[in-house]
């Protein structure tokens, strides 16, 4: 598995953002309201972002092999690695939408249901980017180390 890279990531949140864009402009247009935003998005994505901290909080020590603690199985590693990179991705969109549905719904600011959405919005998307912070410090912690005698014996030049 490659790293993610962050013009990925922006590329995924700036294609949700158009979407969110979209769908604002197209539900105002067509029934003259704001897309209603719940409360409780925000809260939801903001309780996996807490959750994915605490298992990379609680992982790390394992991962680095420190006195005390268990060693994490390699395919334990692999697997949380690969939840690190759908959860960076999965925050990218989850920020571009509701960002897009903000900023969509920004005119309407004057009007209770217009308030509600775009501050729903902002913490949402706040949210949304706290967990693509996290999933990528997860990542990183998840990397192997090369050692130059891999390359040496073949092991390191692989290029997936």
């Known amino acids: 598995m490659k790293p993610t890279r962050a013009s990925l990531l922006i590329a995924i949140a700036v294609c949700a953002l158009a979407v969110g864009l979209a769908i604002a402009w197209l539900t105002d247009g067509w029934t003259g309201r704001v897309v209603s935003v719940p409360p409780l998005a925000s809260g939801a994505i903001w309780l996996l972002a807490i959750a994915l901290g605490t298992w990379t909080y609680l992982l790390r020590p394992r991962l680095r092999k420190e006195p005390g603690t268990k060693p994490v199985p390699a395919i334990a590693a692999a697997r949380t690695a690969a939840l690190a990179m759908a959860a ?73």
Do not use: K, M, N, Q
């Open 88 to 160: 960076s991705r999965t925050g990218a969109v989850v920020a571009g939408l509701y960002a897009g549905i903000g900023i969509g719904s920004a005119g309407a600011i004057g009007t209770p249901a217009g308030e509600a959405t775009f501050w729903a919005c902002v913490v949402a998307a706040a949210g949304a980017l706290a967990l693509v912070i996290i999933a990528l410090w997860l990542e990183s912690i998840c990397r192997i180390p090369v050692h130059p005698d891999d390359d040496a014996r073949g092991l390191g030049s692989r290029h997936d």
